[in-house]
């Protein structure tokens, strides 16, 4: 399936991905869990999440973010409170401060907290996005505080996108463990 563009691709998409994410978490080994995320022998992997996520509750704590992100953003403007997606001080282009920071305040969360954290947030997106029509989601023009794109995208990108990032990332560590003697 391609990228979702109408709400029961967006909802299966979503709750697909993250069940398939869930699976490849409970599949992990004690050794793959308890080894420190490492691809600096990777020269392909140059995106600074490959330096930044050390572990699994890291990669939970930003999907977890990113889903408070979308949260806030949706809950502040549908009560016409203008706010923009990336909060400030940050913007599109300085997102990457704001990943080092949301890793940074979870250092010392646990990973069954950031389980849970997610857990829930997944469910609070879903919610969400099911109080909108198809037009509303995928539809563009219909709010103004989404600008050029539509809110649909903005639901894609934070679940089933992010959730595919995340597998990828999961899967590049498991390959790592594996050519470990």
């Not at 992990?28 to 420190?36: A, C, D, G, Y």
């Amino acid at each position: 399936m391609g990228r979702p563009a109408t709400k029961t691709d967006l909802i299966s998409a979503a709750n697909d991905k993250y069940a398939e994410m869930n699976m490849l978490i409970s599949s992990l080994t004690e050794k793959e869990l308890s080894t420190p995320f490492d691809f600096s022998g990777d020269d392909k992997k140059k995106e600074a999440h490959w330096r930044r996520d050390k572990n699994l509750r890291d990669i939970l704590i930003h999907l977890y973010e990113w889903h408070r992100l979308l949260l806030n953003w949706v809950g502040a403007n549908q009560k016409g409170e203008s706010r923009p997606f990336i909060p400030m001080p940050y913007n599109w282009k300085t997102y990457g401060k704001m990943n080092v920071e949301f890793w940074r305040k979870h250092q010392d969360t646990t990973l069954e907290d950031a389980k849970e954290l997610l857990k829930k947030s997944h469910e609070e997106v879903m919610r969400l996005a099911e109080t909108f029509s198809n037009e509303e989601l995928f539809s563009k023009g219909v709010y103004k505080w989404v600008g050029g794109s539509t809110l649909g995208s903005y639901f894609v990108s934070n679940t089933s996108g992010h959730y595919n990032w995340a597998i990828k990332k999961l899967k590049a560590h498991r390959k790592n463990c594996k050519n470990m003697v």
